[in-house]
């Protein structure tokens, strides 16, 4: 049986901290959230650490679990559950949460499954749930750094169906899933920080 390699993103680390002083402003009346694409599992553990009236439910594709499993496993947190197998495209979580997080995620999904994502969304939120998604996006149809620039024609040679959303069309399938925009932060890395609520 081959062992799995715990995976790591230096990214993770970069990034976490100006991550946390948002969602603990943002996250602060929450109890339960949803993180989507989890990819390694470190931001769910370093928030949920970090974050102990949470209960952090990391999900992600089925391939990923494992690896984000030994991160989980390794932290032995009391508000860290097992994570969940979690295509936006298929069957969601029957729970309800109040908030959901999501990292560097909509710029590797397919535009298809962005917007199935928002559109599910609805299904799985509390009344007056928080959403906040971290990562590089457009405005006007344009790129706010050169370097986000050369990282979307790096996404796009990866594969056609990756690259850096509009800010206006992601927002409109927030508006149209009925959340209302309350944040948009800068963050290290000309990323931003955007956050929504469902309801008024």
């Not at 995976?7 to 993770?12: L, R």
Request: proline letters at 8%; charged letters at 20%.
């Amino acid at each position: 049986m081959n062992a799995i390699a715990k995976p790591h993103a230096p990214s993770c680390e970069r990034n976490r901290d100006p991550i946390l002083a948002v969602l603990r402003e943002h996250f602060a009346g929450r109890r339960k959230v949803l993180e989507i694409a989890s990819g390694t599992g470190q931001h769910a553990v370093y928030f949920a650490t970090h974050l102990p009236h949470l209960s952090w439910q990391a999900s992600d594709l089925e391939e990923q679990i494992a690896g984000i499993g030994l991160w989980v496993d390794e932290a032995a947190l009391p508000n860290l559950p097992p994570p969940l197998p979690l295509d936006v495209r298929k069957e969601w979580p029957q729970e309800r949460f109040d908030a959901v997080f999501s990292a560097n995620s909509l710029h590797i999904m397919a535009w298809a499954e962005v917007e199935c994502l928002f559109a599910r969304l609805p299904d799985v939120l509390e009344p007056e749930a928080v959403l906040a998604v971290y990562g590089p996006f457009n405005y006007g149809g344009r790129f706010t750094s050169d370097s986000n620039a050369q990282f979307n024609a790096w996404l796009q040679a990866r594969g056609a169906h990756m690259a850096i959303r509009d800010f206006e069309a992601v927002n409109g399938l927030a508006a149209a899933a009925g959340l209302q925009p309350v944040a948009d932060l800068e963050m290290p890395a000309n990323n931003r920080l955007l956050v929504w609520r469902l309801g008024g």
